[in-house]
T-cell receptor, first 116, second 114 residues
Framework: AQKITQTQPGMFVQEKEAVTLDCTYD???????LFWYKQPSSGEMIFLIY??????QNATEGRYSLNFQKARKSANLVISASQLGDSAMYFC?????????????FGTGTRLLVSP | GAGVSQSPRYKVAKRGQDVALRCDPI?????LFWYQQALGQGPEFLTY????????KSGLPSDRFFAERPEGSVSTLKIQRTQQEDSAVYLC????????????FGQGTRLTVV
């Protein structure tokens, strides 16, 4: 079974509008972390935001917020006031287990295109 | 440098050739990861180092793949007798601690086996 599912292969949004990128996850571990990364055409994976499974509040980082719905096992990324530079691939990832080492498991990504 | 540095950025290898990919993590970072990203896919875990110790190599696809980090800093991923299915982007990431709440990635090495 897929650990991380991103059902939107591509999304389009107009500049200055908000967009939500979907991510659902599958784990039986009560302790886990959820990540979103941005990958522009240059190839580098840029860390955007992190949500721990025990965090009481949804994570926010500037224009990025994570809509964490634990019971539904979803961790959608919301980008407010989209900018042209937001056009890129976006990956949701999960780390299972405690705060010791655990690998990241990535979804297949969503390509976001922001139009003027 | 300020970020994770990988070299070379691009590598073309003839099938059967050995290749070595280098990763310079952020100075002082304890954790180092290697991931493989096939075209159109998300990265997949290959191996993990905590300082010089390779704690997990469960993602290495075959015994042709070998990674090392002898002094707990620079790491090298070596692929012997390359095959076409090895063509991918190889990403290196480092993290300042074992808590791994945030990993910083390099720009990757794009390997093409012809």
């Amino acid at each position: 079974a897929q650990k991380i599912t991103q059902t939107q292969p591509g999304m389009f949004v107009q500049e200055k509008e908000a967009v939500t990128l979907d991510c659902t996850y599958d784990t039986s571990d009560p302790s886990y972390g959820l990540f979103w990364y941005k990958q522009p055409s240059s190839g580098e994976m840029i860390f955007l935001i992190y949500q721990g499974s025990y965090d009481q509040q949804n994570a926010t980082e500037g224009r990025y917020s994570l809509n964490f719905q634990k019971a539904r096992k979803s961790a959608n990324l919301v980008i407010s006031a989209s900018q042209l530079g937001d056009s890129a691939m976006y990956f949701c990832a999960m780390r299972e287990g405690g705060t010791g080492f655990q690998k990241l498991v990535f979804g297949t990504g969503t390509r976001l295109l922001v139009s003027p | 440098g300020a970020g994770v540095s990988q070299s070379p950025r691009y590598k073309v290898a003839k099938r059967g050739q050995d290749v070595a990919l280098r990763c310079d993590p952020i100075s002082g970072h304890v954790s180092l990861f290697w991931y493989q990203q096939a075209l159109g896919q998300g990265p997949e875990f290959l191996t993990y180092f905590q300082n010089e110790a390779q704690l997990d190599k469960s993602g290495l696809p075959s015994d042709r793949f070998f990674a090392e980090r002898p002094e707990g800093s620079v790491s090298t991923l070596k692929i012997q007798r390359t095959q076409q299915e090895d063509s991918a982007v190889y990403l290196c990431a480092s993290s300042p601690s074992v808590k791994n709440t945030e990993a910083f990635f390099g720009q990757g090495t794009r390997l093409t086996v012809v």
